[in-house]
């Protein structure tokens, strides 16, 4: 995470299997870069859904969709700045024509409240809460409890950083060119997001069920909310956008 990254924007869908060769490469070739490339756009992350052994567990309606796609952008109001709206209203013709893959989409830009660790995981635990767990829902005992265990879970085997963001639906809640294109999908709100980086999936799925004992203890709806492991499948800073590495 860069340390200047004082909200994100949180992503998921599910891919058509029919659009997934063609949905990928224009995500990794154009789409990605043209994010990272708006002002106020840090860095930007795809990953993907780990299922082996680790999703039969996941009741049907707690699951999280198979992509999760993060972008970090400097303040709350990167993303609904001028400059975003102007390529949500003026999409390129390849994102037009990859729109029918996205499938169950959630789109969200969150405050963030709480963070610690450094660098990125090459692995995360993803809780998304979509009842009980919003601004208006948390006291600030409960949030002050929260910020004490995200900076407590860095020193957990395995794990490199947390950070704890809530939604501002408000900021998203646009009708743009963009959002028209994924009419047939819809775009399903949420609260708040929990996000646990690690180096190593199997000591990550170890601590989760202490990471949602203490959730709930702390007053987060834990056993409500929507969660899945996931790995990362890549990532694009902003010096990469602006920089090609090349050696010469």
Same mark, same amino acid.
């Given at each position: 995470?860069?340390?200047?990254?004082?909200?994100?924007?949180?992503?998921?869908?599910?891919?058509?299997?029919?659009?997934?060769?063609?949905?990928?490469?224009?995500?990794?070739?154009?789409?990605?870069?043209?994010?990272?490339?708006?002002?106020?756009?840090?860095?930007?992350?795809?990953?993907?859904? =780990?299922?082996?052994?680790?999703?039969?567990?996941?009741?049907?309606? $707690?699951?999280?969709?198979?992509?999760?796609?993060?972008?970090?952008?400097?303040?709350?109001?990167?993303?609904?700045?001028?400059?975003?709206?102007?390529?949500?209203?003026?999409?390129?013709?390849?994102?037009?024509?990859?729109?029918?893959?996205?499938?169950?989409?959630?789109?969200?830009?969150?405050?963030?409240?709480?963070?610690?660790?450094?660098?990125?995981?090459?692995?995360?635990?993803?809780?998304?809460?979509?009842?009980?767990?919003?601004?208006?829902?948390?006291?600030?005992?409960?949030?002050?409890?929260?910020?004490?265990? =995200?900076?407590?879970?860095?020193?957990?085997?395995?794990?490199?950083?947390?950070?704890?963001?809530?939604? $501002?639906?408000?900021?998203?809640?646009?009708?743009?060119?963009?959002?028209?294109?994924?009419?047939?999908?819809?775009?399903?709100?949420?609260?708040?997001?929990?996000?646990?980086?690690?180096?190593?999936?199997?000591?990550?799925?170890?601590?989760?069920?202490?990471?949602?004992?203490?959730?709930?203890?702390?007053?987060?709806?834990?056993?409500?909310?929507?969660?899945?492991?996931?790995?990362?499948?890549?990532?694009?800073?902003?010096?990469?956008?602006?920089?090609?590495?090349?050696?010469?």
């Amino acid at each position: 995470m860069r340390k200047d990254m004082h909200a994100f924007l949180a992503i998921w869908s599910d891919i058509d299997e029919d659009w997934a060769n063609e949905w990928y490469r224009w995500h990794t070739e154009e789409h990605m870069p043209e994010r990272v490339g708006i002002p106020g756009f840090l860095a930007g992350r795809r990953y993907e859904r =780990v299922d082996e052994g680790l999703g039969h567990g996941v009741p049907e309606d $707690r699951r999280l969709q198979h992509c999760y796609m993060m972008y970090e952008g400097e303040k709350l109001t990167t993303f609904n700045s001028d400059a975003y709206l102007e390529r949500l209203n003026n999409p390129t013709a390849w994102t037009r024509e990859v729109a029918p893959g996205f499938k169950n989409f959630s789109r969200g830009a969150c405050q963030l409240k709480s963070s610690a660790g450094d660098g990125y995981g090459g692995v995360v635990l993803l809780l998304r809460f979509e009842e009980g767990a919003g601004a208006d829902d948390l006291s600030a005992a409960t949030l002050e409890s929260l910020d004490h265990f =995200v900076a407590t879970l860095p020193g957990l085997a395995g794990v490199t950083a947390a950070h704890f963001g809530l939604c $501002r639906p408000e900021i998203t809640d646009v009708e743009t060119t963009e959002k028209k294109a994924r009419g047939a999908t819809g775009e399903k709100k949420f609260q708040s997001v929990l996000m646990i980086e690690a180096c190593d999936m199997n000591q990550l799925v170890m601590h989760a069920p202490a990471i949602m004992a203490n959730l709930k203890a702390i007053g987060l709806p834990a056993d409500g909310a929507c969660y899945g492991f996931y790995e990362l499948t890549y990532l694009l800073t902003k010096r990469t956008t602006e920089q090609s590495n090349q050696i010469h």
